[in-house]
Nanobody
């Protein structure tokens, strides 16, 4: 079965950290751009970060709102992409989704569009509150 499964969400206080995981089954991630999206209650889904490798070149993109706080990485042995989130803020509260598109991360946008993905995860809730 081809699927992406997120894990690692939870509740933390402002300033805390979480690491989200996006594990793929049935296909290998190294041929795909993997993006993290998030959707807060009542708001549109937004692209947060993207990771891809192509021709030996690694692309990592971040939305301005998370730059210098979030780090995206991939572990090929585990066929998993991680999103390390530090210094979390209440405005980071959202359901986080990962998605995969058989391409590279875009050069002029943070992520590919949600609808362009080939596979999507089910989402994991992140709540940042004191």
């Amino acid at each position: 079965q081809l699927q992406l499964v997120e894990s690692g969400g939870g509740s933390v206080q402002p300033g805390g950290s979480l690491t989200l995981s996006c594990a793929a089954t049935g296909f290998t991630l190294d041929r795909y751009a993997i993006a993290w999206f998030r959707q807060a209650s009542g708001k549109e889904r937004e692209g947060v970060s993207c990771f891809s490798t192509s021709g030996g070149y690694t692309s990592t993109n971040y939305a301005e709102s998370v730059k210098d706080r979030f780090t995206i990485s991939r572990d090929d042995a585990k066929n998993t992409v991680f999103l390390q989130m530090n210094n979390l803020k209440p405005e980071d509260t959202a359901v986080y989704y990962c998605a995969a598109e058989e391409s590279a991360c875009p050069k002029r946008k943070t992520t590919f569009t949600w609808g362009a993905g080939d596979y999507w995860g089910q989402g994991t809730q992140v709540t940042v509150s004191s």
